[in-house]
C-alpha cells in the first residue's frame, strides 16, 4: 500500500517538470477514455488532450500509440515480441508461477494487459521492484525501438523487466497493448481519433479523413494538421493508399437497388498495382509489398509502358480460358521467389475494376462510374483486363447474376453504387458482397477456450472436431478441424456454457477439454490445404450455423467428408470464359 | 482428518458433530445458517436453524418459516456432538462465522466473508487460532486486491453527485441484501434522497433496526423519481423498463466483478465501483497465516489451485471441498 502511494507522488513531482506530454499523462488520458461511454465524449478527451502537446512529435505520437501501435502503420515495424513472451517475463517479474497462477488470471480476466497491469499493482515483489520515472512520448517510442531491435527472446525478456521496472501498473498495462500494433481495445477507433483531430485543429472531419487515407498513419494525419498542412496530403505513386472495403449485403438494407451497378466477385486476391514506365509494385490488401510474389505480373505490367497509374483489382490464376479456383493461387501467396516451374503451372492474371490515379490526377473524388469510363479508355490502349459490370434492375437479376458468377468460377457478386467515390474501410452501403457460406459441417466441441476482451469470463471459442473413428491413418476418435468464435447468440452461449460443464474432462490453463458431447453445426467460406494441422485442412472463417442439440456425436461429420468438399471445390466445373465473360481483356 | 459430507451445490454437514453447515435441508441434528443470501439458505422453509439475530430477521422477512435458533456473537452455545461460538463476518449484517468445537478438534466454517468488514455490518472477528478452517474463496488470485472502504465510499459519493450536476439519475445496480444497504451506507451523509427497489426496501428497515444508520430513503416510485434522487436496484433490472425509461441516466456496477474491465462492455454500464463483499486473496492468504490451521479446506470457488500453491508456500496444507461439482459420498 505504501509502495502503491510512493509510486503516485513520485510521479506527480516528475510531471511538474515535464508536464503533460509524458508517456504517463498519455496513459492516464487513456484510462480515462476506456472510462467514459459514448463515441463523442471520447473524441472529445482526446481532442483536449491533443490541444495541450506543444512538441509537434508529441502529437504524433500520440495519435500513433492510441490508433496504431508502437510504429507506423506504414512503417512496416513491428516490436514482435510474442503474447507467451511478455507473458513469460511478466510473471517472472513479480515472482509467480507462470502456468498455475499467470494462467489463471489470465483466464479470469481475458486480458494478458489487464492481468499484468493488476500482478504489478498488488503483489509485493513486483512493487518493490519498480521505480516509476516520468518519460515523454518520444524516449517510450525508443523503448519500443530497442525492444524491436532486440531479436532473441530472452533479449527481449531481459529489456521488458528492465522496461517495467520504471513505469507504473497503468504505464505497463498500455505499454503492452500499444506494442501489440493496432487498436488499444477501448472502444476509440481510428475513425474517432480522426474526428478528436479535426476539434482539436478546427479541420473539416472529412478533409481529415482524406489525409489519413493518402498517408495511411494516424501519426503523419497529426502532423499535418498541427502543421497545417493537410492541403499537402497528396498521393505519391508507389505509396499503397487504403483499399475501400465492402459490407456484406445482408446486414444493409438497399432502397434503390438499380442504383448500383454488379460486378462479379472472383475467387483472387485483392491487389492495388502501381505502375509507370519504369516501375511496377503490387501491393496486398494489408499494404505489404507483394511484387516479387508474382515477378511475372510485374514484368508484363512494365512492357505496357503506362503512365503513373493506380489500378484497384484482384489477381487470379487463370489457366485454359477459366478462372482458377483459390486454392491454386494460394501456391503462389507468400513466396518470396516463386520458380519458374510454379510460374507455369500457376500463371495469374490482374483483373482491374477501380482506377485511382492516372497521369497525376487523383481520381477518388470522381464518382465510380466517371472512374470506370477513364478506366475503360486506358484498357483500351494499354490492354489491361477489366471486370465486366452489368447493369441490375431488381433482385430476381441479383440472383441470376449470382448464379452465373459461381458457374464461372467466381466467389459470388459485388454490388457497386454508381456514385460512390473511392473511399477506404467500409463505407456504408456504397460497395457490398454478395456471398453463399462455402459448406458447412457437422462437428463435435473439442475444447473450450475462455473468451477474451469483451468475452472475458466466459468461455466463447472453441475447437471443433471431425470424427476419424472408422480412419485408419489415426488412433483418435475426433481430431481438430477448425476454431469458432462467432455465430452464436448470447442467449446459445450461455446454454452452451452450462452444457458444457458436465463434458469437462480435463483443464489446461484456459482450456478445457471436452468429452465428445455437443454438436455444431458450422459454415465456413473455404477449405484450404494445411499440412501443418492434424487433419491437413483448416478452414477459411468458421462460425455457428447451429448448435444441433437434436445430434450426437455419431452424427459427425468425418474426415472422409471434409476431403470430398475440397476436391469438390478444386474440381469443381468451372466454365469457360470463352462462353461467357467475366472480364475483358482489351 | 476432519469428517464431513458434502451436498451437491450447497453445504457442508459435519458428520461427527452432526452439524449441517449452510445445508439444504434437515440433513444433521442442527443446522447453521451463516448469512441470508440465497445461495446459503436452506430450500427446506420450514425447518428449524441457529442463525444470529440479525440473519433470523433477514431470513424472515424473505420467507422462511421455520424455527430460528438466535445466537448472538460470541456466546456459546452447547450442543450435543459439538458446541458453536459465532464471529462476525463483515459480510452483510447478521452474516457470521462459526467456531465449533467437536471431538476431532476446533472447526472455523466462514461462510461468506470479509476483512477489513463492511462499515455496514458488525464488524469482523476471529478466535485466535483453528484447526480446520473451512473458507469461501470467491475471489482466490492475486488480481484481486480491494482499496479500503473510504477510498471506494468517496467513488460513490463522487459518481452520483456528478451525475445529478450532469442532471441525470445515478443509478447503482447492487444485490438488494448487503450491496444495497452498503452503498446507502456510503452515500448517508450526501444528503442525497435514494430510491431502492421493493425487494430491498424490506431489508433496510431490518439494517436500521439492528442500528445500521442508512440515510435518507424511500421504496422505488416510478412517479416521484426525478432528478436529483438516486436509484439502487439489482442489475436484473438493467433490461427491465424500470431502468430502461429513464432517459438520462449513470449507471454504476457495485460488484467484486467490476475489478474486471471487460464487465464494462458486458452490461453497458459508465462506471465500475469494485466493492466487494467478500475477502480479497491477499487478505485471506493473512488470514490463513494468522490461524494457523492444521488444514485449510476451500470452498466456494472458481479456482482453489492458486490459493493451495500459496498456503503451501506458506507450510500450510489446503485442499479443496468441491461443492459445485462434486457428488455425495
Not at chain 2, 456496477?253 to 454500464?269: C, F, I, N
Request: net charge neutral; aromatic share 10%; proline share 4%.
Amino acid at each position: 500500500m505504501t509502495a502503491e502511494k510512493d509510486e503516485t507522488k513520485n510521479t506527480d513531482n516528475l510531471a511538474d517538470s515535464l508536464g503533460k506530454e509524458s508517456f504517463h499523462h498519455f496513459c492516464m488520458v487513456i484510462q480515462q477514455i476506456a472510462e467514459t461511454r459514448g463515441s463523442l465524449a471520447k473524441a472529445r478527451l482526446f481532442a483536449s488532450y491533443i490541444k495541450t502537446l506543444s512538441h509537434n512529435r508529441s502529437i504524433q505520437l500520440a495519435a500513433q500509440f492510441a490508433g496504431e501501435g508502437a510504429f507506423s502503420n506504414v512503417s512496416g515495424r513491428r516490436v514482435s515480441a510474442g503474447h507467451r513472451t511478455v507473458a513469460v517475463a511478466a510473471a517472472s517479474f513479480c515472482e509467480i508461477d507462470y502456468d498455475l497462477v499467470f494462467k489463471a488470471c489470465r483466464t479470469a480476466t481475458g486480458s494478458a494487459s489487464e492481468t499484468i497491469e493488476k500482478l504489478m499493482e498488488n503483489l509485493p515483489a513486483a512493487i518493490s521492484k519498480r521505480k516509476p520515472s516520468l518519460r515523454s512520448l518520444e524516449e517510450a517510442e525508443l523503448l519500443f525501438s530497442h525492444l524491436e531491435k532486440e531479436r532473441t527472446r530472452d533479449g527481449k525478456h531481459q529489456l521488458l523487466q528492465q522496461i517495467w521496472s520504471e513505469m507504473t501498473s497503468l504505464e505497463i498495462k498500455y505499454f503492452i497493448r500499444i506494442m501489440g500494433q493496432g487498436s488499444l481495445r477501448i472502444g476509440f477507433e481510428s475513425k474517432s481519433i480522426i474526428n478528436a483531430l479535426a476539434t482539436a485543429f478546427a479541420k473539416e472531419p472529412e478533409e481529415v479523413r482524406y489525409a489519413h487515407m493518402i498517408t495511411g498513419s494516424l501519426a503523419s494525419t497529426a502532423k499535418l494538421c498541427k502543421e497545417d498542412r493537410l492541403e499537402e496530403a497528396r498521393f505519391q505513386l508507389f505509396q499503397p493508399i487504403a483499399f475501400m472495403l465492402a459490407s456484406p449485403i445482408e446486414s444493409r438494407s438497399i432502397e434503390d437497388i438499380s442504383a448500383y451497378i454488379a460486378e462479379e466477385k472472383f475467387d483472387g486476391m485483392r491487389c492495388q498495382l502501381h505502375a509507370n514506365s519504369q516501375n511496377v509494385k503490387l501491393f496486398s490488401r494489408d499494404l505489404n509489398d507483394i511484387t516479387n510474389s508474382f515477378p511475372d505480373l510485374a514484368a508484363n505490367y512494365k512492357t505496357k509502358n503506362l503512365p503513373d497509374t493506380v489500378l484497384d483489382g484482384e489477381i487470379c490464376v487463370f489457366k485454359s480460358d477459366k478462372i482458377q479456383p483459390f486454392q491454386l493461387l494460394q501456391k503462389r501467396m507468400g513466396l518470396k521467389k516463386p520458380s519458374s516451374v510454379i510460374i507455369a503451372k500457376h500463371p495469374v492474371i490482374f483483373i482491374a475494376y477501380d482506377l485511382l490515379y492516372y497521369s497525376g490526377k487523383a481520381l477518388f473524388d470522381h464518382t465510380l462510374q466517371t472512374r470506370r469510363q477513364h478506366l475503360h479508355k486506358l484498357a483500351e490502349s494499354f490492354s489491361i483486363s477489366v471486370s465486366k459490370q452489368f447493369p441490375v434492375a431488381d433482385t430476381s437479376d441479383v440472383e441470376r447474376l449470382f448464379d452465373r458468377a459461381l458457374a464461372f468460377g467466381n466467389e459470388g457478386l459485388m454490388l457497386k453504387h454508381k456514385q460512390s467515390t473511392y473511399e477506404y474501410g467500409q463505407r456504408r452501403k456504397s460497395w457490398l458482397k454478395v456471398k453463399k457460406p462455402g459448406g458447412s459441417l457437422d462437428t463435435v466441441i473439442m475444447y473450450a477456450h475462455a473468451g477474451s476482451g469483451k468475452r472475458g469470463g466466459t468461455y466463447s471459442d472453441f475447437t471443433l472436431g471431425i470424427s476419424v473413428k472408422a480412419d485408419e491413418r489415426y488412433e483418435e476418435e475426433f481430431i481438430p478441424i477448425g476454431k469458432a468464435y462467432g455465430g452464436y447468440t448470447d442467449e446459445e452461449l450461455k446454454k452452451l456454457n452450462r452444457a458444457m460443464k458436465p463434458l469437462i474432462v480435463d483443464r489446461f490453463g484456459p482450456t478445457y477439454s471436452l468429452k465428445p458431447g455437443i454438436v455444431v453445426e458450422i459454415e465456413f467460406d473455404d477449405i484450404q490445404i494445411n499440412k501443418r494441422t492434424k487433419a491437413g485442412y483448416t478452414l477459411r472463417f468458421p462460425r455457428f450455423k447451429a448448435i444441433r442439440w437434436d445430434l450426437s456425436p455419431a452424427d459427425a461429420d468425418t474426415l472422409k467428408d471434409v476431403e470430398q468438399l475440397y476436391s469438390q471445390k478444386l474440381n469443381r466445373q468451372i466454365e469457360s470464359q470463352q462462353r461467357h465473360q467475366s472480364f475483358i481483356t482489351y | 482428518m476432519l469428517s464431513y459430507k458434502l451436498e451437491k451445490n450447497h453445504g457442508i454437514i459435519l458428520s461427527k458433530a452432526s452439524l449441517g453447515l449452510d445445508v439444504s435441508g434437515p440433513v444433521a441434528s442442527h443446522v447453521f445458517v451463516s448469512h441470508a443470501h440465497a445461495d446459503h439458505l436452506p430450500r427446506d422453509r420450514k425447518m428449524s436453524v441457529i442463525a444470529t439475530p440479525a440473519t433470523a430477521a433477514l431470513m424472515r422477512q424473505r420467507g422462511f418459516r421455520g424455527e430460528v435458533m438466535e445466537l448472538p456473537f460470541g456466546e456459546t452455545l452447547d450442543l450435543e456432538r459439538c458446541s458453536i461460538t459465532l464471529y462476525p463476518a463483515g459480510h452483510i449484517l447478521g452474516s457470521a462465522m462459526a467456531g465449533i468445537d467437536t471431538e476431532e478438534g476446533h472447526v472455523l466454517y466462514t461462510g461468506d466473508y470479509k476483512n477489513p468488514p463492511s462499515p455496514a455490518t458488525e464488524g469482523f472477528d476471529v478466535p485466535e487460532t483453528t484447526n480446520y478452517f473451512i473458507t469461501e474463496a470467491t475471489f482466490p488470485l492475486p488480481i484481486y486486491k480491494w482499496k479500503p472502504h473510504e477510498v471506494l465510499f468517496s467513488d460513490i459519493c463522487a459518481f452520483a453527485a456528478d451525475s445529478i450536476n450532469d442532471e441525470a439519475i445515478p443509478i447503482f445496480l447492487c444485490y438488494n441484501l448487503g450491496k444495497a444497504q452498503e452503498v446507502m451506507y456510503a452515500l448517508k451523509d450526501s444528503g442525497l434522497s435514494v430510491q431502492i427497489h421493493g425487494a430491498g426496501y424490506e431489508l433496510c428497515k431490518i439494517y436500521e433496526s439492528f442500528g445500521i444508520p442508512l440515510g435518507t430513503y424511500e421504496k422505488y416510485d416510478r412517479d416521484t423519481l426525478k432528478t436529483g434522487k438516486v436509484l439502487i436496484t439489482p442489475s436484473s433490472s438493467l433490461e427491465q423498463p424500470m431502468v430502461r425509461n429513464i432517459r438520462r441516466k449513470r449507471v454504476a456496477y457495485v460488484s467484486g466483478w467490476a475489478t474486471h474491465e471487460a464487465r464494462r462492455t458486458q452490461l453497458t454500464v459508465d462506471k465500475l465501483i469494485p466493492l466487494s463483499d467478500h475477502i480479497d486473496f491477499f487478505e485471506l492468504i493473512k488470514l490463513c497465516r494468522k490461524l494457523t490451521p492444521d488444514m485449510v479446506y476451500i470452498t466456494h470457488t472458481p479456482n482453489p489451485a492458486v490459493v493451495e500453491h500459496y498456503l503451501a508456500n506458506e507450510g500450510i496444507a489446503a485442499m479443496p471441498l468441491n461443492l459445485e461439482v462434486r457428488d455425495d459420498s
